[in-house]
């Protein structure tokens, strides 16, 4: 007898059990989120110090030119850690630059953290030597720094357009790192590149207008988080969509997020808590109606750290 | 060394019983630590009592000719050996990375105790000796079948082309050399 499809029933059984993989995969925890949001969060960094070096505004933005540039290597530097912590052959760590397989997204990504690095070294050389806490330290003072910053100085334009490039590349990289892995539909999308991007840059603008003491900046600052909170909601409806109309395996997988394990942190967390509650206290702060509050940036860098989270444990959850 | 053939594997599923001896031989013949499997029996049971249907077979690696795995591999420790051009992980060269497991539709990988990341070599050390696979050597009612797909006359050849056959999750589009004869 022939049964109507919706009345029949598979049921799959194997005697696989390997860890990591079975009942479903599990194989990257809380380094690989920590390491996206805080690549995200460089990139969105030396973008945002470039973008004001470039249009010389280190005197009105002295935060975003400054600070900025700084901040970028220490904050890679942990999520590098986060990522070498989650590699489970450590010791070959040094075989990422002993080869560029152009096929491989984590290798672009090897490479362009080295290029980042490169650049956000003589950024932060220029920086050191501009911002006024800073340029009286033994560690301006000394030669190599100096010699890096007077280089960076004499070809800020082109330095700066290089981390622009870069910074660029490290924002999508974060997103199609995930996005690569056709196997896994819940990430299969190209929105993943620019959607991390855009919280990247968030959420540098957020970290910057909290640590501004300017006023005129804070407002900037906050006018272009806005701008790019409203993106990363567009970009995020429009990786739904794609979800539920690319076919079953990534119908399955949006169901995760609408009604399934991940619904109340992802709506709860990164939509709500993470991008409307933050816009909402930024733009009655803009129109003078509430006062300013720290929380909405610090909200939005939360909700950058969560989407990551969400993001790395749910696609890991589905497969084809 | 030039590839000189193009190796798959077949599982007839009217011939498997799921024993698992295959299972057994290949963790015994390549030291798989406890806990861990490079081969695995699945089952599917289809539609309704009391008209079910039911198929197993051996499983493992689907050595796949556009294999996600070694496109997803940022060092080229997973790569396509040169000889039956399998699909190997060169644990010199593995950093652990996990980005061949998350790309395998399969999950026919796993990070090994050692931290390497391991799976079915199709017993390439035994195919150099001129032998079959451990898992098709020991198979009780000859349900595995191993051979080059470029050569017509081998007995893989024949198979795939006297009875009907199919992949697993084609969508995936990996192109697998590991096929199902039913």
């Known amino acids: 007898m022939n049964l109507p499809l919706m009345l029949q029933h598979v049921e799959v059984m194997s005697t696989r059990a390997n860890h990591g993989i079975d009942p479903h995969m599990h194989i990257w925890g809380w380094e690989i989120p920590v390491y996206l949001f805080l690549g995200g969060l460089a990139a969105g960094l030396i973008i945002l110090g470039a973008l004001a070096s470039l249009r010389n505004r280190t005197e009105q933005d002295a935060t975003q030119a400054n600070l900025a540039p700084l901040f970028v290597l220490p904050v890679l530097a942990i999520g590098m850690t986060a990522l070498f912590l989650d590699l489970s052959y450590k010791v070959h760590v040094f075989r990422f630059y002993t080869a560029f397989k152009v096929t491989s997204p984590m290798s672009w990504g090897s490479w362009i953290l080295l290029f980042v690095g490169a650049g956000a070294v003589f950024s932060a050389a220029a920086a050191l030597l501009r911002h006024p806490y800073t340029r009286e330290t033994a560690l301006a003072k000394m030669g190599l720094v100096k010699w890096a910053a007077t280089f960076a100085e004499k070809h800020r334009a082109v330095l700066a357009r290089f981390n622009i490039g870069f910074g660029l590349a490290l924002g999508i990289y974060t997103g199609v790192l995930l996005s690569g892995f056709s196997a896994r539909p819940f990430w299969n999308s190209g929105i993943l590149g620019p959607l991390f991007l855009v919280s990247g840059a968030s959420t540098a603008a957020a970290l910057l207008a909290l640590l501004t003491n300017n006023h005129g900046e804070h407002e900037r600052l906050i006018r272009l988080d806005l701008a790019l909170v409203g993106t990363e909601l567009t970009l995020l409806g429009l990786w739904i969509i794609g979800l539920l109309t690319h076919g079953a395996p990534t119908k399955e997988a949006a169901s995760l997020i609408l009604g399934g394990a991940y619904t109340a942190p992802f709506w709860g967390l990164v939509v709500i808590a993470g991008l409307l509650v933050p816009a909402t206290l930024e733009i009655q702060a803009l129109r003078k109606r509430w006062a300013e509050t720290p929380v909405a940036p610090i909200l939005v860098l939360l909700g950058g750290l969560a989407l990551r989270f969400v993001m790395v444990s749910a696609g890991q959850s589905v497969g084809f | ?182």
């Not at chain 2, 599982?11 to 861990?36: F, H, I, M, Q």
Request: glycine share 8%.
């Open chain 2, 1 to 182: 060394m030039s590839k000189s053939a193009t190796y798959g594997m077949a599982v007839d599923t009217r011939r498997c019983v799921g024993c698992s001896a295959c299972v057994l031989a290949c963790k015994t013949e390549n030291n798989v630590p406890d806990g861990y499997a490079r081969r695995w029996v699945t089952q599917i049971t289809e539609g309704r009592f009391p008209d079910l249907t039911m198929k197993v077979w051996s499983d493992c690696c689907q050595h796949c000719t556009d294999a996600p795995c070694v496109q997803s591999c940022p060092t080229g420790a997973s790569h396509h050996e040169d000889v039956f051009d399998t699909v190997q992980v060169d644990r010199d060269l593995c950093t652990g990375c996990k980005a061949c497991i998350a790309s395998c539709p399969y999950g026919a990988r796993f990070v090994h105790p050692e931290g390497f990341v391991d799976k079915c070599t199709l017993c390439a050390h035994r195919l150099g000796a001129g032998e079959t696979t451990a898992c098709a050597g020991v198979c009780p009612t000859s349900a595995i079948v191993v051979g080059d797909l470029d050569d017509p006359n081998s007995d893989i050849s024949q198979l795939l082309r006297a009875r009907h056959h199919s992949v697993q999750k084609p969508e995936a589009g990996t192109q697998p050399r590991f096929f199902l004869v039913e």
